[in-house]
């Protein structure tokens, strides 16, 4: 039996359990704090076999490492050698110096990826203001926008629907370029098959399935994204080494995994990542690895799900991950309704990061105890926060803290 065929009928009996897991949405689910279960953080900075971190030189070698092996093989599923030589190709397939009035330059790339196995295409976009200085430092954005509509341009600057765009214009106004890479060139949303995807260029002759410990939809929007940062490292309108990555919900997901993994990303930034983005798994409060796994199987390794309702067990949580971010600067939006996302948990385990960003010498705001208040924006501090009132979006209060954090930490020329 095939691999993906092997699978079926674990798959088969996850999504039959869909419906009746909808059902119990309002039942099951923790949102009380009083209820959250006790519970004891694995420790950052003591190694699996006990050896207690004491220097910024231990933690970068030792320490460091180990938590991103965890994460790689239990939570997001680590990326195979190719079967054969990945050959990465630029193309710049349009540009567009008159964007929004002669604002900014549109870069349309395409990016290239090929070998034995077959040849697929990924579409990023890159935005460079026209007055600023160059190279200006960039935000790249995990998005769920297709950047190859026609309509994109419309839908982009869709006046008085901020939450549905992106407020280029602000970046513009303060020097940023903007890049957008839209994932579901490489992999689908929701995707069960893994035929399609660009695992097939990665496949040794015979496997059709990641093995459990190999890459799932978050590792695989975390790899686009590093190909995207390969190309900026190539375009001279850009700072390469001033990127903010960025991401929404999933995508907020994508975004923190991809700054732990790779260093090249100056600051990273997560608004609403919930499970298994910023929250606490030990929690258990919005929702919880067994809804993830119920309703989105494969956006992580199929390792992690051995850990539903299990959480305790795991050697690592999400304090960790923002912790492998260290010393570059990271930033954590919650909302007061968006009570899925678990925004108590998200704090938390930014506080709680803090822990290896004080061994590092940076310094931190955070508290344990409290919360910030509503609408007050932790910014200068090297893990920063907010939590607004309101729902599950990204409103112009929040690309505002955005951009501040940005300013203070990445200090852009002023176009």
Avoid at 85 to 93: D, N, Q, S, W
Avoid at 128 to 155: E, Y
Wanted: glycine share 6%; charged share 25%; net charge neutral.
């Amino acid at each position: 039996m095939k691999p993906a065929l092997a699978i079926l009928p674990s798959l088969l009996l996850l999504q039959a359990s869909l419906a009746r897991e909808a059902k119990e949405f309002d039942n099951d689910i923790n949102y009380d704090e009083q209820k959250t279960p006790h519970y004891s953080l694995p420790p950052l900075l003591v190694t699996s076999q006990g050896r207690k971190i004491t220097t910024p030189e231990e933690w970068h070698t030792l320490r460091r490492p180990e938590i991103l092996s965890l994460f790689s093989h239990l939570i997001y599923g680590r990326v195979p050698e190719p079967s054969s030589p990945l050959r990465i190709e630029f193309e710049v397939t349009g540009t567009n110096p008159d964007f929004m009035k002669g604002r900014a330059t549109r870069k349309d790339i395409k990016i290239h990826l090929s070998n034995k196995n077959g040849r697929m295409a990924m579409h990023v976009l890159v935005f460079v203001p026209n007055k600023a200085t160059k190279p200006v430092p960039c935000f790249l954005k995990h998005s769920f926008h297709n950047t190859r509509k026609d309509d994109f341009d419309a839908a982009l600057l869709r006046p008085g629907k901020l939450k549905n765009g992106w407020p280029l214009g602000e970046f513009f106004d303060r020097g940023y370029g903007f890049c957008a890479v839209y994932h579901e060139d490489l992999i689908r949303h929701n995707e069960i098959e893994f035929l399609h995807s660009v695992h097939k260029l990665f496949y040794p002759r015979g496997q059709s399935f990641p093995k459990a410990y190999e890459w799932g939809v978050i590792s695989t929007c975390a790899w686009g994204a590093m190909r995207a940062m390969d190309y900026l490292e190539t375009d001279h309108d850009i700072d390469h080494t001033r990127v903010a990555v960025m991401g929404h919900s999933k995508m907020g997901k994508a975004a923190l995994w991809t700054a732990a993994q790779d260093q090249r990303f100056a600051l990273a930034i997560s608004a609403q990542s919930g499970c298994a983005g910023a929250a606490l798994w030990r929690r258990k409060s919005g929702e919880t690895l067994k809804k993830m796994v119920t309703r989105f199987p494969y956006w992580l390794c199929r390792n992690a799900w051995k850990f539903v309702e299990q959480e305790d067990d795991l050697p690592v949580d999400q304090h960790m991950l923002l912790a492998c971010i260290a010393p570059r600067p990271v930033y954590v939006h919650s909302s007061v309704k968006d009570t899925w996302a678990d925004p108590r948990g998200e704090y938390l385990s930014a506080y709680h990061a803090g822990e290896v960003y004080r061994l590092l010498g940076m310094q931190t705001l955070l508290t344990e105890e409290d919360s910030p208040p509503v609408g007050k924006a932790l910014i200068e501090s090297q893990v920063g926060y907010h939590l607004r009132e309101g729902g599950h979006s990204i409103e112009k209060f929040d690309w505002e803290r955005f951009l501040e954090f940005a300013d203070f930490h990445l200090q852009p020329k002023a176009p």
